[in-house]
């Protein structure tokens, strides 16, 4: 039940979690916004001096592989908060986005 | 059915947004954390010079929600096709990660 | 006069044209952090889509050259005010910080 | 006279390190431009849950001036790099960035 992946599901439990530990004044938009950019670059430090060779086989190294999985966590945890907290639905505002960027940016091909 | 707002067709509807444009080769791991790093500063930027009150009565203004979703978006895109290309399932690192979180950080009360 | 280009003539430069506009109650150390990332942010825009090849021959394209600069500005100037307000001395910090890398960090060839 | 404290003598000393560990290779633009923001959220990380009053009072502790400077000075030395590999030059950019700005925000007080 609680194991449910769905984006929903996951911000009520970083809710919970947040709650549990009095953590809901920290969580102020401003603060939260500067959680997410701060990172998302531990997230890009992870690549910051791989080649492209290197980078594209980052998977393949198990520490690497945590990390990479760990900052992907950290980076979606502070979104959907900010989200939460902004009452902003992070998937309607992205499908909503690419509706956008279809219009602006036509496929090469004319193409479907 | 293409409107669907979960994370897996979200991640199909970028991918395939990409392919008909020809962006996969600038699509690297560096490259997309690079992205969304910048647009994670851009969504902060909106929030940078404001007290806490007016942080917290954004969505209140209609351009500046509207901006906010958009940079929410962007920061989700980019996240979402850094996790493609590295095959990382998102909502399963996220849920991971709040589960080694409930026990390095016990809860105020003790409680559940 | 004022066109002495060293950094204590610039913090005083850039604490003259805040206080002129009544900036300074905007200029706490979390706002100005946070607008130092931002524009960091936005000099890695100008890179994150490009080959290395086109990165290296940025300043060739007039308009690149001039947001290169115009964005080394912003992020220097955030830096040197925060430094001003937190009263930390920028070229003595980064002296001390080679001078401890050079411990860290022998050099390839054992050379001094 | 290594201990002179400039902008260019500094940048000297960083591209001579730099130099003995053989790290030119990695000092690409994008790469500098990524590390600089990397350091950038570094720098905001110790900030981001302080309200305006402990983040004022930050110097005050022994350690935290300590973290502040060492990462003031990363972002420093990454921005020195950047401009030392681009050509660019960093305190003239900066002053040429705020003539502009003098005429593009008129003093409050329409004063000098």
């Known amino acids: 039940m609680s194991d449910e992946l769905t984006v929903p599901e996951l911000q009520r439990r970083l809710a919970e979690f947040a709650a549990a530990r009095n953590w809901q004044p920290f969580h102020t938009p401003k603060n939260l916004a500067s959680a997410l950019t701060v990172e998302a670059g531990e997230l890009l430090e992870i690549f910051q001096w791989l080649t492209p ?60």
């Open 53 to 112: 060779e290197q980078a594209g086989a980052v998977m393949a190294d198990t520490d690497a592989a945590r990390r990479v999985r760990d900052e992907v966590a950290d980076v979606l945890a502070y979104l959907l908060q900010l989200c939460t907290v902004l009452e902003v639905d992070p998937l309607r505002a992205l499908a909503e986005k690419i509706e956008r960027n279809e219009s602006r940016f036509p496929a090469a091909g004319g193409g479907s």
